[in-house]
């Protein structure tokens, strides 16, 4: 789900700089979803990776946050008015889609000692940052800075 919700961010800002298309459509807005932040998911299998046994981990924030607050979140911070760039298409919208998921990390933090920092709010920044990064880049490789507080 992230990737796809971020996806639309990036084609909108993409947009919104070729001035070519400016909305963007999405299905249910008020899905609930645990968002998560790549790299600290990768430290957290890399701590699955290094217990003496193998087993089965659970890795979430914990914490549930709609399709629309982060999508409002994320047009904020780029400094745009989500209503007027997001629309509602019922062709988005899946039959089978639960209304929440949100993950239990417990037993990750319990035997791995990892627990999530980055949550939906600051997720949605981070990712608007990094579009606007690869926009100023104009096409030419660049390479996105993981924000982690223990990575140096």
């Known amino acids: 789900m992230l990737v796809f919700e971020g996806t639309y961010v990036r084609t909108l800002l993409h947009r919104w700089r070729d001035t070519t298309q400016s909305d963007v459509y999405l299905g249910n ?6 968002w998560g932040y790549a790299p600290e998911y990768v430290e957290g299998m890399w701590r699955m990776l290094q217990a003496p ?16 607050e982060f999508a409002q979140t994320a047009f904020e911070h780029a400094g745009l008015d989500w209503q007027k760039y997001v629309k509602f298409d019922d062709r988005y ?9 949100i993950g239990d990390a417990t037993k990750a933090a319990q035997s791995l000692g990892w627990k999530a920092s980055v949550h939906s709010g600051e997720l ?6 990094a579009d606007i990064a690869a926009l100023e880049c104009d096409g030419k490789p660049w390479i996105d800075k993981p924000v982690l507080a223990g990575w140096k």
């Open 124 to 129: 949605a920044r981070i990712m608007v940052e």
């Open 29 to 34: 807005l008020d899905a609930v979803r645990d």
């Open 93 to 101: 919208l899946r039959p089978t889609e639960v209304d929440s998921l």
């Open 53 to 68: 046994e193998p087993d089965d981990f659970v890795l979430a924030t914990g914490r549930g946050y709609s399709v629309r």
